[in-house]
């Protein structure tokens, strides 16, 4: 996929480059930080990839795809004040270096930024995708803090939680690109399904890494999620498998009275014990051949052997 978009991608650089310029010097300097520090630009890519699977010949995805990745630089800044992170990519987080603060109010500077470029744009329907991606990433947010140390957190709960604050940005950034190809609804759903199924398992998968990878692969602690009791799938699956005295465990865990590092040993080992993580990575791998699945009436090419590799990037990253 990078292979495929790198020219596209150069043009939407120069615009996230441009556009989070201030006259403010601490704004270019902290989104900087995050924006130039190792992401990989999956979002952005996936909507130059969809606009190349469509044969879109124009430029109005190059300042949209920047949307899209300052809707996402955006809701990182705000995450790490809210989980208190210390590592994002591998990096200390922008909140450590420049406080709370400064970071949130870079974030909603960059938010500000997206719907400039929106508006530039002139669509009212790519505005209304954004802004509703926008508006439930802000919910699903929310929705995971109110069930942060509920161990009682359902399957179904857990789901609709990360198909909001993860798979949402997914979805639209691949549904953007029928509409500025000018494709109708049915090509509009089927990205805005193969987007959200995408990004179903690309957040399954990070939650199963959370307990079994390290912090250089995944540049972020191992075990944040554990540690700031987020009730994540492979939790759901061990608790419900667990006897008495492992369910016990797990309230405590999650209500912060056991997180030492022998605590987060215990539960990876229960988690191995219960299969929890291979079941998480097993169901990853269903919403990801659903993704595939979507491509299916889009004819063959660079453009959907690309976007298909992408779901199995994501995927592969727990092996």
């Known amino acids: 996929m990078i292979q495929l978009v790198a020219a596209d991608l150069h043009h939407v650089n120069?615009?996230?480059?441009?556009?989070?310029?201030?006259?403010v010097s601490l704004i270019p300097e902290l989104a900087g930080h995050l924006i130039a520090g190792g992401g990989k630009r999956m979002?952005?890519?996936?909507?130059?990839?969809?606009?190349?699977?469509?044969?879109?010949g124009g430029a109005r995805h190059h300042k949209l795809a920047a949307a899209v990745e300052f809707i996402h630089t955006a809701t990182l800044l705000h995450?790490?004040?809210?989980?208190?992170?210390?590592?994002?990519?591998?990096?200390?987080?922008?909140?450590?270096?420049?406080?709370n603060p400064a970071s949130v109010l870079v974030g909603d500077f960059l938010f500000s930024r997206s719907f400039e470029l929106m508006v530039e744009d002139g669509s009212l329907k790519v505005l209304r995708i954004l802004s509703r991606a926008s508006n439930v990433i802000a919910e699903g947010e929310v929705n995971q803090l109110t069930a942060q140390r509920r161990v009682e957190t359902t399957e179904d709960h857990?789901?609709?939680?990360?198909?909001?604050?993860?798979?949402?940005?997914?979805?639209?950034?691949?549904?953007i690109a029928a509409v500025?190809?000018?494709?109708d609804d049915a090509v509009e759903q089927a990205l805005d399904s193969?987007?959200?199924?995408?990004?179903?398992?690309f957040q399954l998968?990070?939650?199963?890494?959370?307990?079994v990878s390290d912090a250089e692969t995944m540049g972020k602690g191992v075990g944040d999620d554990f540690r700031d009791g987020k009730v994540t799938l492979p939790v759901i699956l061990a608790y419900a498998r667990g006897d008495e005295a492992e369910r016990l465990f797990w309230r405590q865990a999650m209500e912060g009275s056991r997180t030492s590092d022998e605590d987060l040993a215990e539960a990876t080992s229960l988690l191995r014990r219960h299969r929890a993580i291979d079941d998480s990575i097993?169901?990853?791998?269903?919403?990801?051949?659903?993704?595939?699945?979507?491509?299916?009436?889009?004819?063959?090419?660079?453009?959907?052997?690309?976007?298909?590799?992408?779901?199995?990037?994501?995927?592969?990253?727990?092996?």
């Open 205 to 211: 998968i990070d939650d199963a890494i959370d307990y």
């Open 282 to 319: 097993a169901r990853a791998r269903t919403y990801g051949q659903r993704a595939i699945d979507v491509l299916g009436p889009f004819p063959n090419g660079s453009a959907k052997a690309a976007l298909v590799e992408a779901v199995e990037f994501a995927i592969s990253r727990a092996y």
């Open 14 to 23: 120069s615009v996230i480059l441009d556009r989070m310029q201030s006259d």
């Open 158 to 175: 857990y789901l609709d939680i990360i198909s909001a604050k993860t798979a949402a940005l997914f979805a639209a950034a691949c549904r």
């Open 79 to 99: 995450d790490d004040v809210v989980d208190g992170s210390g590592l994002r990519r591998g990096r200390r987080t922008a909140n450590i270096i420049w406080g």
């Open 194 to 201: 193969y987007g959200r199924n995408l990004g179903i398992a």
């Open 180 to 183: 500025v190809a000018e494709r």
């Open 43 to 56: 979002r952005p890519m996936l909507t130059l990839a969809c606009a190349r699977l469509l044969d879109y």
